[in-house]
């Protein structure tokens, strides 16, 4: 059976992601780059902007007062330029420039220096002005900066009345030549020269070059003389204070993208979990309570993320029993103990038969049992104490039903000096069995897998290992030494928590919270 298309109803064929939809999606990756930046390096961004902008702020106000003030001079058509010409079309552009730069002559500047008088010379009073100009408009602005404002005014007025002086003066000594040249040509003329129609001609040009001379003001009016400023000009340390602010950020937020370019720690959970190739079983949120050593009560999102770590850890034991559990880290400040003893305390509230063991001895153990010294823990089992006089009972808080429930745990003991050497014995692989007989469930906090080789011997002693990861801590070196030790020690890395994790919006709280009836 044939199938026959109506080509007037066919389906376009898709094309292809247009240029502009890809200059889109660059924006849009650059934008959102762009905002991890700030949400990551915030701290860093306001630190620069309120450094530079307070440096500013502070340079500014240090600095002396300095006043303005601005005269301005009407440029208009020159007598001389339109008596000679036939039409009064000037250039606009050219005639302001050429304005401008007979301003800044340095013969203007001479001027206004005598007339100041002493103490002032033509380089202060060049280096004091500045000359605004605008193609729109024939009138030139001069404004006169110094540290006194009378010396301001005084600066200003006279370089405006230089200036015409000199456009005056050049003017007429311009008429004054056309003239001589006229009366020396009339001088040579006959009698009979004299009265023919050249003769008047010439006769005529001279007093009309005279008139233009008594008519000529170089072109040039000062329309508006400076005025006695009452504040100063400069400087401005608010203004100095926001530029500078403006400034730092754009430093700041420089050094962030740099920082960004050279920090190799991992940046989201998706990366996270690639890195390691295991799922993400907990994330476990940033919280004050967590940082607290002792026994201090959990919140209510804190918790739930704890629960949610044992039910995880439960589904793992569903077809191969995982009875004993290593918890390590890539790298130090991952929060790996405190996330191994909430774990311990968790399980053993909720009546699962769980012991914590401490096998980083390496620093001082994470509980305090009041005035008992640490003088009982694993370095001394290793060493040859009893277990069972060696494991300590925490009290927890009591569950719903008022029973009494403890956590049972085998501190560090005293700091040995050979850590290495008890944890990789055969009386650490005895303790190890004698709690596996006694507890459902081992808990081992070990120091950080790559940077000590303490904990090595028991990635194969127990069932399996719980990875602890923080991101913007953890590095991609990190977990690759990672990953590599617990291959080289046929370890079972069961997957990955996260810690110091940004809280959702919908947190657990907010979902446990009662609801109004």
Avoid: C
């Avoid at 005014?153 to 456009?167: E, H, L, P, T």
């Avoid at 007429?172 to 050249?198: V, Y």
């Avoid at 060493?383 to 049972?408: F, I, K, M």
Wanted: net charge negative.
């Amino acid at each position: 059976m044939s199938v026959s298309i109506d080509r007037d109803r066919a389906p376009a064929r898709s094309e292809p992601p247009s240029l502009h939809a890809a200059e889109e999606h660059g924006r849009d990756s650059a934008f959102d780059s762009a905002l991890q930046i700030l949400r990551r390096r915030w701290r860093l961004i306001l630190a620069a902007t309120a450094l530079v902008a307070a440096v500013a702020y502070a340079y500014s106000s240090r600095q002396e007062n300095r006043y303005s003030t601005t005269a301005s001079i009407l440029f208009q058509k020159d007598v001389e330029a339109v008596a000679n010409s036939g039409s009064d079309f000037i250039d606009p552009q050219r005639e302001a420039a050429t304005n401008e730069a007979l301003l800044e002559l340095p013969v203007v500047a001479e001027g206004a220096a005598r007339a100041l008088g002493g103490g002032v010379s033509p380089g202060q009073v060049a280096s004091s002005i500045k000359v605004e100009s605008s193609r729109e408009s024939d009138i030139v602005d001069i404004k006169a900066t110094t540290a006194d404002p009378r010396l301001s005014v005084r600066m200003v007025n006279a370089y405006g009345k230089s200036f015409i002086d000199f456009r005056r003066t050049a003017a007429r000594q311009r008429i004054d030549e056309a003239i001589a040249g006229a009366r020396n040509a009339l001088s040579e003329l006959t009698t009979a020269q004299l009265e023919s129609p050249a003769g008047l001609e010439l006769r005529q040009r001279i007093n009309q070059l005279e008139t233009t001379r008594s008519l000529q003001t170089g072109g040039a009016d000062l329309v508006q003389q400076g005025v006695l400023p009452t504040s100063p000009s400069a400087p401005k340390p608010m203004r100095s204070g926001i530029l500078g602010g403006i400034l730092g950020a754009i430093l700041g937020f420089s050094l962030a993208v740099l920082r960004e370019r050279r920090d190799n720690t991992i940046k989201d959970l998706d990366a996270l979990q690639d890195a390691f190739g295991r799922p993400v079983i907990a994330e476990i949120p940033r919280s004050r309570a967590l940082a607290r050593s002792g026994m201090a009560p959990l919140g209510v999102e804190e918790a739930e993320a704890f629960r949610t770590l044992r039910s995880s850890l439960r589904y793992f034991s569903v077809d191969s029993a995982t009875r004993s559990l290593l918890v390590a880290s890539a790298s130090t400040g991952e929060g790996k103990s405190t996330i191994a003893r909430r774990l311990a305390e968790t399980m053993a509230a909720m009546g699962d038969s769980v012991v914590l063991v401490e096998a980083d001895m390496h620093r001082p153990s994470g509980f305090s049992l009041g005035t008992d010294p640490d003088t009982r823990g694993l370095s001394s089992v290793l060493s040859g104490q009893p277990l069972n006089d060696s494991l300590a009972e925490l009290p927890l808080a009591t569950a719903s039903g008022g029973e009494h429930r403890v956590l049972a745990v085998l501190r560090n003991g005293p700091l040995p000096p050979n850590p290495s050497e008890l944890i990789d014995s055969a009386r650490m692989r005895e303790v190890l069995l004698e709690l596996r007989a006694q507890f459902d469930t081992v808990i081992v906090d070990s120091p950080p897998l790559p940077i000590v080789s303490d904990a090595l011997p028991l990635i194969n002693q127990v069932d399996g290992v719980l990875a602890i990861s923080a991101i913007g801590i953890t590095t991609r070196e990190g977990v690759r030494d990672f990953l590599r030790l617990v291959g080289l020690h046929d370890g079972d890395l069961l997957g990955v928590v996260v810690n110091f994790a940004e809280r959702a919006d919908r947190s657990a709280a907010a979902y446990y919270r009662p609801q109004p009836s």
